[in-house]
């Protein structure tokens, strides 16, 4: 019996894992797990990249945590190589601890400086366990369903000609907080055309755009942030998980424009853990290996080549009902009910592999590190054919 509360919904099935090593996890006797899911996909790097962890201790050995009145150059030179990555070179970056605060950060920054009290986003979009943007009260949040959108004519424009975008309060609408593919864990992708227009509509009267790169950040997506693939311009990004490879550090980024309307503001946000040094180390280090070991790249190949495995397992078992990726970010529907995903997962894990399973639904996700040895896929890709080929699935 178990004195832990855990998060309600997910099976807890692993309970003593002693180690781990990139996409490996071992338990107490030596058993070996392949984890694709890179915990709760934060581990780019995998885990317990020894890059990462020679910066944590020694930083940890120097100083961990600052006060107010006093900082450490590491701490600068995490937030400039961020600022730099971001195109957002003379902005402001604070440091914080979870991708649901650097959210909340960016929100009561846009909420700050803004004239029009509305925020836009997606109407299923997830942005973390508190804040405004968790909360969505209708008096501070437009939440758009686009999920129609997704079937709109490719030669059709967004605008008042629309009456699904015409609904959207434009001149109410002071910021758009935009999520670049996670979408509460479904993994879905707005189409680009509605996004940029939307994009366009709120800076040009003045507005902030607010990215959510918490998941799609790091090199997720194949490129090293998930806006990318939509050609925006952000006033203001919100980093975590992946930025910590497991240690807990996030960031809010704000441009240049932005961050001088800042200082013309009274925001006030105080936690005992902003731009601590222990973070800021841990941070600088992924940027620079993902950067100087080309993980971008390696991810966007191993990806491709995931997704046509996948393709292929489709193809032959026709137990799969869609496939949805952008790099290393997968979700893969199968046939069947949320019991019959459940058993699959089950097996899956028995044999060594872990994805996730969201819960109550038949909708895996498939994020590795980008480090994942092709070995673990293609041995991940035959396991999971095989499960689904009903072989061996466990009552
Ligand atoms: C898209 C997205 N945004 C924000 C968050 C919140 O991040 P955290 O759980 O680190 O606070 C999550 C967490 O899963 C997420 O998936």
């Known amino acids: 019996m178990s004195c832990l509360y855990t998060y309600p919904g997910f099976e807890l099935l692993l309970t003593d894992i002693a180690r781990a090593e990139n996409c490996h996890l071992y338990d107490a006797e030596g058993r070996r797990w ?136 434009f001149a109410r609408v002071g910021g758009f907080l935009f999520e670049p593919g996670s979408s509460s864990g479904f993994v879905r992708f707005p189409p680009a055309k509605l996004i940029k227009t939307i994009a366009r509509v709120v800076q040009e009267a003045g507005g902030l755009l607010l990215v959510n790169e918490v998941t799609t950040g790091m090199g997720r997506t194949g490129r090293w942030f998930g806006h990318e693939h939509y050609d925006l311009v952000p006033d203001i990004v919100a980093l975590g998980k992946g930025l910590g490879n497991g240690y807990p550090v996030a960031a809010t980024a704000v441009a240049p424009a932005a961050a001088a309307r800042l200082f013309e503001s009274t925001i006030k946000y105080a936690q005992s853990h902003q731009n601590d ?34 393709e292929a397992v489709k193809e032959r078992t026709k137990r799969i009902r869609a496939i949805r990726a952008r790099g290393l970010m997968l979700a893969v529907e199968i046939e069947g009910d949320a019991q019959a995903a459940l058993l699959t997962h089950r097996e899956l894990v028995r044999r060594g592999f872990i994805i996730a399973l969201r819960p109550g639904s038949s909708v895996f996700r498939i994020d590795p590190a980008l480090t994942v040895p092709r070995a673990d896929v293609e041995a991940f890709l035959a396991a999971f054919e095989e499960v689904l080929r009903g072989a061996q699935v466990a009552p």
């Open 277 to 310: 040094p222990l973070g800021a180390a841990v941070a600088r280090e992924v940027l620079r290996t993902i950067r100087e070991e080309n993980l971008i790249e390696r991810g966007r190949e191993i990806g491709a080549f995931l997704l046509a495995g996948l």
């Open 34 to 169: 392949v984890d694709l899911e890179s915990g709760v996909w934060c581990t780019p790097l995998g885990h317990t990249h020894p890059r990462v962890v020679q910066a944590l201790a020694e930083q940890a050995s120097r100083i961990a945590h600052t006060g107010y009145a006093y900082t450490c150059r590491v701490v600068e030179e995490a937030a400039r190589e961020i600022l730099g990555l971001l195109g957002m070179d003379g902005g402001r970056c604070v440091l914080l601890c979870s991708g649901s605060e650097a959210i909340e950060y960016g929100v009561r920054i846009a909420q700050a400086v803004l004239e029009r009290p509305l925020l836009l986003t997606m109407s299923d979009s997830y942005f973390g366990a508190y804040g405004s943007a968790n909360r969505r009260h209708r008096d501070e949040w437009f939440a758009f369903d686009w999920l129609s959108c997704a079937e709109c004519p490719a030669d059709e424009t967004c605008g008042a000609a629309c009456p699904r975008f015409a609904q959207i309060p």
